[in-house]
């Protein structure tokens, strides 16, 4: 069994670790596997920002915001959250958001 006060420890842990990482999107999004190190096909360059919160006791929220102009012309399908030793925490795959269109007035 783990007690509430474990549990808050850890996603208290979590946040401080995830905060301190980085956060990559990609084109991929078919692997599944749990032994991944990477995204499946990462955007080149560091375009995505990243923030975590501890939003209740054993819950954390994390927002990957990119700039639309960052990924014009590409179609996202996958996020992934990195500590600073670039090890993959967690990648979501998602059905394909986009194709990205850079607007000029």
Same mark, same amino acid.
């Given at each position: 069994?783990?007690?509430?006060?474990?549990?808050?420890?850890?996603?208290?842990?979590?946040?401080?670790?995830?905060?301190?990482?980085?956060?990559?999107?990609?084109?991929?999004?078919?692997?599944?596997?749990?032994?991944?190190?990477?995204?499946? +096909?990462?955007?080149?360059?560091?375009?995505?920002?990243?923030?975590?919160?501890?939003?209740?006791?054993?819950?954390?929220?994390?927002?990957?915001?990119?700039?639309?102009?960052?990924?014009?012309?590409? +179609?996202?399908?996958? +996020?992934?959250?990195?500590?600073?030793?670039?090890?993959?925490?967690?990648?979501?795959?998602?059905?394909?958001?986009?194709?990205?269109?850079?607007?000029?007035?």
């Amino acid at each position: 069994m783990i007690t509430d006060s474990t549990r808050s420890k850890v996603a208290t842990d979590l946040v401080t670790l995830i905060a301190a990482g980085s956060a990559k999107i990609g084109l991929g999004g078919n692997s599944t596997s749990p032994a991944a190190t990477d995204l499946d +096909v990462p955007v080149a360059g560091d375009i995505a920002s990243l923030s975590v919160i501890k939003s209740d006791e054993n819950v954390i929220e994390i927002k990957v915001s990119v700039d639309g102009a960052s990924i014009a012309g590409l +179609v996202i399908r996958e +996020v992934g959250v990195f500590d600073t030793n670039n090890n993959l925490l967690t990648r979501n795959n998602f059905t394909a958001i986009g194709l990205f269109l850079l607007l000029k007035h």
